[in-house]
C-alpha cells in the first residue's frame, strides 16, 4: 500500500497526531454509508481538498531526491461494492516523480496514483482506496516493470475504508489510513 505522502505526515505529526506507543488500539469511527450526505465535499480544516488544488512537495526519500505532484480533481469514483455500495469519492492524482540533481526538475515518473477520499456528515475525511502503479527503470533510464500490488479498493478483498484526518483530532489520538 501506498504510503503516506510527507505532507499527509507532516500535518499529522504538527497536530500531535501520529502513532503513540501509549495507545492500545486505533480509534476508527463506524462507517455507514447513510452518514455521507455530500462525500464530495471536502472542507474538512486540517485536511481539505477542493478541486483544482494542486500541491507540489520535494522529498529527500532515501537519500534520492523526489518531486510530488498531487492535484485534486473534479472526477469521483461511484462504483463501489458492499456497505459501500452508492458512495462517491473524490480522485486525487498523486506522482512521484525522480529528481536525480535535487533540484526539482522531473526525470523518470516513479508513481502514478489516484487515490479515493470522502468526507462524512461529520467532518471526518476518510481514504477509500487508491490505483497505483510504481515503476522501476534499469540504467539507462528504461522502464522494466509496473507494479500495482499496492492498489486497494473499500469493499474488494476485505478491504476497509480508513481515515485520513478526523473532524476533531486528539493529541496521542491515532487511527488507520489504510485497512486491509
Given at each position: 500500500m501506498q504510503r503516506p505522502s510527507s505532507l499527509r505526515l507532516a500535518a499529522l505529526f504538527s497536530l500531535g497526531i501520529g502513532l503513540s506507543a501509549n495507545a492500545a488500539t486505533p480509534h476508527q469511527p463506524q462507517f455507514r454509508i447513510e452518514n455521507f450526505h455530500a462525500p464530495l465535499r471536502i472542507d474538512n480544516p486540517y485536511s481539505p481538498f477542493k478541486p483544482g488544488t494542486r500541491t507540489v512537495t520535494f522529498e529527500l526519500e532515501?537519500?534520492?531526491?523526489?518531486?510530488?505532484?498531487?492535484?485534486v480533481t473534479n472526477r469521483a469514483k461511484r462504483d463501489f461494492n458492499g456497505i459501500y455500495a452508492g458512495l462517491a469519492a473524490r480522485a486525487v492524482s498523486d506522482r512521484v516523480w525522480s529528481d536525480p540533481d535535487c533540484n526539482g526538475k522531473r526525470k523518470l515518473l516513479l508513481e502514478d496514483t489516484t487515490d479515493w477520499y470522502g468526507q462524512d456528515n461529520g467532518g471526518n475525511v476518510w481514504y477509500f482506496g487508491e490505483r497505483t502503479v510504481e515503476y522501476t527503470y534499469d540504467d539507462n533510464g528504461h522502464r522494466t516493470s509496473a507494479d500495482t500490488t499496492g492498489s486497494w479498493l473499500a469493499g474488494?478483498?476485505?478491504?476497509?475504508?480508513?481515515?485520513?484526518?478526523l473532524?476533531?483530532?486528539?493529541?496521542?489520538?491515532?487511527?488507520?489510513?489504510?485497512?486491509?
Open positions: 532515501d537519500g534520492e531526491c523526489k518531486v510530488n505532484d498531487v492535484v474488494k478483498d476485505g478491504a476497509l475504508a480508513g481515515i485520513v484526518m473532524a476533531k483530532p486528539v493529541v496521542g489520538q491515532y487511527y488507520r489510513q489504510e485497512f486491509l
